[in-house]
């Protein structure tokens, strides 16, 4: 499976088998994280085996079950953090996909379990990437139109399948709030007004790069 496959195969996944994820695909996604987080300065760290982060009324309240292994999404303090972990956080999942695994992303309903992982000074936990082999492979979100979240006249045939692509990314209570325009080569991309729309952009533009080919455009 490739990322584009993955992307149009990878739906939100709230309920997971009491499977352990195998060694060589554990292996696999710390070597991912690891290049995450020396690439951007991140501090993502893969937590397994871990019950109590989704064994409480928060993870029931979020319709969650079975969830034992997640990514803690942390890196140090700044006003992009949250739009570099939406980015580096959805480049994991997509590729936890193409390993055969599935994943959620969680802002609230879990409980922080501060032994399961490291936030050092300066540095802020996000949220969290549920992770494991899901009891289904969950179902497609409604999305916007094209026309609605990117805005470009005469636009290149890798503007609108950048477009496309963003269009299948996960959103909080799948708002896609974020819009992409275009002058020239410069792909200017703009989080709305909400709850996580930071992350979501940071989500979004990673689908973009991945539909549109990152050496079609630069980002503004």
């Given at each position: 499976m490739d990322i584009i496959e993955a992307m149009q195969k990878r739906h939100s996944v709230r309920s997971y088998l009491d499977k352990p994820i195998a060694a060589d695909l554990r292996e696999k996604l710390q070597a991912e994280i690891k290049?995450?987080?020396?690439?951007?300065?991140?501090?993502?760290?893969?937590?397994?085996?871990e019950e109590r982060a989704f064994g409480g009324l928060m993870a029931h309240y979020g319709k969650f079950s079975g969830v034992k292994n997640y990514v803690a999404l942390v890196?140090?303090?700044a006003p992009d953090l949250q739009e570099r972990v939406g980015y580096f956080g959805?480049?994991?999942?997509?590729?936890?996909?193409t390993l055969g695994l599935n994943t959620c992303w969680v802002a609230?309903?879990?409980?922080k379990v501060k032994s399961a992982?490291?936030?050092?000074?300066?540095?802020?936990?996000?949220?969290?990437?549920?992770?494991g082999y899901g009891s289904t492979e969950g179902v497609a979100h409604n999305s916007k139109s094209a026309a609605q979240t990117g805005g470009a006249q005469n636009a290149p045939g890798w503007f609108a399948k950048g477009v496309e692509a963003a269009l299948l990314a996960p959103t909080a209570m799948?708002?896609?709030?974020?819009?992409?325009?275009?002058?020239?080569r410069t792909v200017h991309a703009e989080a709305g007004n909400?709850?996580?729309?930071?992350i979501d952009l940071g989500i979004a533009k990673y689908h973009f790069e991945v539909?549109?080919?990152?050496e079609n455009f630069e980002w503004a």
């Open positions: 290049s995450c987080n020396a690439e951007e300065g991140l501090n993502f760290q893969l937590v397994t085996d890196g140090k303090k959805e480049r994991l999942a997509l590729y936890a996909q609230l309903t879990y409980k992982f490291t936030v050092g000074t300066g540095e802020k936990l996000v949220c969290v990437l549920a992770i799948n708002q896609q709030k974020f819009r992409f325009s275009l002058d020239g909400g709850f996580y729309t930071k539909g549109a080919g990152k």
